[in-house]
């Protein structure tokens, strides 16, 4: 097993590619890993998340604008408290069965607990009335607990990250179809190729390393036999 990690190690010593290649899987595999970690500490599988709509900004105190980047912990459903703004907890849940990925932030007003578990009524603070979830199949007024992903717990402090993560997200992906956009998925492509040009030009531009010279300036086939 070591011989083979001594030739792998020749070889990313050797080629500048595959050096560049390595650094960016270990980033990756870092950066996987980290997330991995915040999601566990958390306990939830969307630690971060964006906002994007103005349903939690009402004009005269506005809880969460739209480009705040904020942190989400999973709790037992028992700690959600139910109440009018500004005490009710804020959540984040699933609303339609059939779309998983689409989230909404609200707060809860009212909540219920039978024996299939609580399930919480839901209000934007800037929106007029309660929600109401009508898609899927399903008209619902209730969120049950299972759909909840986590309690809002506040927001991460950079200023302007989360309006440019939203700039970026909509110029890669068309809003109402979900989809990648031809253009974002051009710029990814540009950007691998650029990736590996640079990779291969930049060796080229490293000066050569001339043959140390005879002492003898005049002996010239005797230099010519030392460099070859």
């Not at 599988?45 to 942190?71: D, F, K, R």
């Not at 989400?72 to 069965?97: E, H, K, L, M, W």
């Amino acid at each position: 097993m070591s011989t083979y990690i001594r030739k792998f190690w020749k070889f990313i010593k050797r080629n500048e590619t595959a050096r560049g290649l390595l650094l960016v899987g270990i980033v990756i595999l870092g950066a996987l890993a980290v997330w991995g970690g915040v999601r566990l500490a958390l306990n939830t599988e969307y630690p971060v998340l964006v906002v994007s709509s103005a349903s939690m900004c009402p004009p005269t105190n506005c809880v969460l604008p739209i480009g705040s980047l904020i942190i989400i912990r999973g709790q037992d459903p028992s700690t959600i408290v139910a109440a009018p703004p500004p005490n009710g907890s804020i959540i984040v849940f699933r609303p339609y069965v059939c779309e998983p990925d689409y989230l909404v932030v609200h707060r809860v007003i009212n909540e219920v607990k039978d024996s299939s578990g609580y399930s919480f009524q839901t209000k934007g603070d800037a929106n007029p009335g309660p929600d109401s979830w009508n898609r899927c199949g399903e008209n619902l007024t209730m969120i049950p607990a299972s759909r909840v992903v986590g309690v809002y717990q506040g927001m991460v402090p950079i200023p302007y990250l989360g309006s440019a993560i939203l700039d970026i997200r909509s110029f890669m992906y068309d809003d109402t179809t979900g989809q990648p956009r031809p253009e974002g998925i051009a710029v990814i492509v540009i950007l691998i190729i650029a990736l590996f040009a640079f990779e291969v030009i930049e060796p080229s531009k490293k000066p050569k390393l001339k043959a140390p010279a005879s002492d003898s300036e005049a002996q010239p086939a005797s230099a010519q036999t030392q460099s070859s």
